[in-house]
């Protein structure tokens, strides 16, 4: 028989069961309180939560505020809230958290009726944004597995929300999710997925381009564009169809963007992909020397992670410049490189080279991986003899073949190098930088880290120091071999495709005659050219004869940057491509104006655009307007070393200054002819095809002008015609006076 329960035994139950609740949420209580206070693993200080770490890429800038490529461990740039198309707010918020703007960092509304969701079918997880986002930024190893420290995880999620929600307001919460959520193909944050999916901006993308990616949080590989396009077209649509179902978006629009296809404008996000890869290695070395010298530290005295610290790096690098030089450098070295196999076609270009063979192999990625691997060099050789599984380079993409080692090392011996780079000698500021052919594949920058024999292309220092000495571009010289003593053994330079006769300065150095600079070097001495070239800021001049041809080395940076006292008035400004560098809260770390230093005569450098302008309108330079046509006002001289190792080019114009050097990694292969091999035929051609397409860009502002003469005139005379008067009028006063 059941009992009938009287009053005071409702009363007591009732008093329990309260108890018990009481007690429950007083537990709870008690328990949060816990992990607030950290007893069941650490939280974020205030200070964290005001300072939220997450691993931010450096971006480096151009000039024109473009961004050239990040250095990340994660490919993570930050944005503002304004900088966020309200398409991506809406697609998001309808997606992940509906009521985001009514609740406090915990939705408990939601949380307790999951599955009444689930079951109507308006499937939500459990966390809100803020929740997300404290995950995001404070749990390293992401979302727990383990169901017990899940439980826990969440619980310290919500008091992190809590926090976040007092500390920021709802337009900072979600521009801190969006900048911190994985997107997958390395790209962390609304900015780098816009940029990799969609080659966009974040402000600017459509409701089908963020309904794709905020598609993708439900699942990065399953619902990824690249991976699993229908898939995510699917999920995109349904994104799109929340949005209607929280008034985010009309069913007219609806309708419309389901049809459209996913659009992708899909850009890979690696260290090496991109444009200027080589110049952006360069210039992280720098930064990290930069700041190592000058004590560049954080508030915490650890030095500056680029990779990590989400730094802007702001450079002179003109985006368009830098693509133009590229695609000049693509187009002709494909042509340049089939020419240069088939000039060897019936010989053995390795005959006699088992040395530089060997030293390719040593110097191998390959062999210094077996080194530490502890082989010996039996064992190497036998490897670089097995076929084995490789990846080769070549002009029509990277190909996977099955190759002995030791045939890659031939293989890549007989590949065309090529750098190349661009300033305005006004500024110093370089605009492009070309530092090798494949930065994957050969990471070696030609630019500044490398340097070759300079060849012609050193004659003009030669004849800027005789004229300013005295000597006019029209005085004229017996075209005859000189022999020069007093600096060791007596030289005697040779010099072939001799034009026989007198010859002007002007025609001399047009056509590059080897017997002219000699007699000039002869007249002014080897001290006063090196002391020149050094002025210039190229290093490691020797003062020998021999200079005049060229026989040192030099970078294509230093040599560009000498060129450009001619352009400017005999200026030299420092080459500069780092103007400042800042944190991510835009604090100036770092900053540099270039330096400038007058090195030479206005005049005299006025007259040596001229006499280079000569070498371009009837000289070895003469292709550049009659073949390809650029029929403008550039200076230039072309230069090639002995057995054409190096092929160079430099050009000169009021506005631009560019050097080109052409030739393979290893001197001792090279074209066996210098009709193939001369520095007109393997460095000015890419020249052409980057200025071509820099004078075709009127928003550059590089204009066809001309130098401007001295505004106080020249006295040098570099009218030949009038020269030539002066010169007879002088015989005759010196017939009358009886000398």
Not at 267 to 278: E, F, K, L, Q, R
Not at 393 to 412: A, H
Not at 520 to 531: D, E, F, R, W, Y
Not at 658 to 679: L, P, Q, S
Request: with cysteine; net charge positive; aromatic share 12%.
């Amino acid at each position: 028989m059941s009992k009938t329960l009287t009053e005071a035994d409702i009363k007591k139950y009732n008093l329990r069961i309260w108890k018990i609740v009481i007690g429950g949420i007083a537990l709870f209580a008690i328990f949060i309180t816990c992990v607030g206070f950290g007893f069941f693993g650490d939280l974020p200080s205030f200070r964290d939560i005001e300072n939220p770490k997450s691993n931010q890429a450096s971006e480096i800038i151009a000039d024109n505020g473009r961004t050239l490529g990040t250095y990340f461990v994660q490919n993570r740039s930050n944005v503002t809230y304004p900088e966020i198309s309200p398409n991506v707010i809406n697609a998001l918020v309808a997606t992940e958290d509906t009521r985001f703007k009514d609740h406090s960092g915990i939705d408990f509304r939601r949380t307790f009726t999951i599955i009444f969701y689930n079951l109507i079918g308006k499937k939500q997880g459990g966390s809100t944004i803020t929740q997300q986002l404290a995950l995001n930024l404070f749990s390293e190893n992401g979302r727990e597995r383990n169901f017990f420290k899940r439980v826990m995880q969440k619980f310290k999620e919500w008091i992190v929300a809590v926090k976040l929600e007092r500390n920021y307001t709802k337009e900072e919460i979600i521009t801190m999710y969006l900048n911190t959520v994985d997107f997958g193909n390395n790209a962390f944050g609304i900015k780098s997925a816009a940029r990799v999916y969609y080659s966009t901006t974040p402000d600017k993308l459509t409701i089908t381009q963020a309904a794709t990616l905020v598609g993708m949080q439900k699942g990065i590989t399953r619902y990824s564009p690249t991976r699993n396009p229908e898939r995510s077209l699917a999920r995109r649509n349904t994104v799109m169809a929340m949005m209607v179902r929280s008034n985010l978006l009309t069913d007219a629009d609806f309708e419309r963007e389901k049809e459209k296809p996913l659009g992708l404008r899909f850009n890979a996000a690696t260290v090496s992909d991109g444009i200027a890869p080589y110049f952006r290695a360069v210039l992280k070395n720098d930064i990290k020397r930069i700041f190592e010298e000058r004590s560049i530290l954080k508030a915490d005295d650890t030095p500056y992670d680029l990779d990590r610290d989400g730094l802007k790096i702001y450079t002179t690098i003109n985006y368009d410049m830098q693509v133009y030089a590229e695609e000049a450098q693509k187009e002709y070295m494909k042509q340049l490189q089939a020419q240069f196999i088939r000039s060897w076609r019936g010989r053995n270009p390795f005959k006699g080279k088992k040395l530089e063979i060997d030293q390719g192999m040593r110097r191998s990625d390959r062999y210094k991986a077996l080194k530490l691997e502890g082989k010996t060099d039996e064992e190497i050789r036998a490897d670089f003899n097995t076929p084995t599984k490789l990846t080769i380079f070549t002009w029509k993409g990277d190909i996977d073949t099955l190759m002995k080692p030791i045939d890659s090392v031939r293989y890549y011996k007989m590949l065309l190098r090529n750098a190349m780079m661009a300033m305005d000698p006004r500024t110093g500021y370089v605009k492009a930088w070309v530092g090798g052919i494949n930065f994957q594949h050969f990471k070696y920058d030609q630019v500044k880290m490398g340097t070759r024999q300079v060849g012609s292309t050193a004659k003009p220092f030669t004849y800027a120091v005789a004229i300013e000495n005295g000597y006019s571009p029209c005085f004229s010289v017996p075209n005859e071999p000189v022999t020069i003593d007093g600096y060791g053994e007596p030289w005697t330079p040779r010099s072939s495709g001799t034009i026989p006769g007198y010859l002007t300065l002007q025609k001399g150095l047009a056509a590059s005659q080897n017997y002219i600079a000699a007699y000039l070097m002869k007249q002014v001495g080897p001290v006063a050219v090196a002391n020149l070239a050094t002025k210039m800021h190229i290093p490691n001049v020797p003062p020998y004869p021999s200079i005049s041809l060229g026989s040192f080395d030099a970078s294509v940076f230093n040599m560009t940057g000498a060129y450009s006292v001619f352009a400017n008035r005999g200026a030299w400004t420092e080459p500069t491509y780092l103007l400042k560098v800042t944190d991510k809260n835009g604090v100036v770390l770092f900053e540099q104006t270039p330096k400038v230093e007058l090195v030479m005569n206005e005049e005299v450098a006025y007259v040596m655009t001229r006499m280079l302008r000569g070498v371009v309108n009837g000289g070895t330079g003469s292709r550049l307007n009659y073949k390809y046509q650029v029929n403008a006002p550039v200076g230039g001289k072309t230069g090639t070393t002995n057995d054409n190792s190096d092929g160079w080019f430099m050009a000169v114009t009021p506005q631009l200054v560019t050097g080109v050097w052409t030739g393979c990694e290893d001197r001792a292969f090279h074209f066996i002819n210098t009709r193939e091999g001369d520095g007109a035929t393997t460095a000015l051609p890419i020249f052409a095809g980057f200025i071509k397409r820099v004078y075709a860009n009127p928003k550059l502002g590089i204009q066809k002008v001309d130098f401007e003469p001295p505004k106080n005139g020249v006295s040098i005379v570099i009218d030949c015609n009038q020269y030539q008067q002066q010169e007879q009028g002088s015989t005759e006063l010196d017939e009358k006076l009886g000398f």
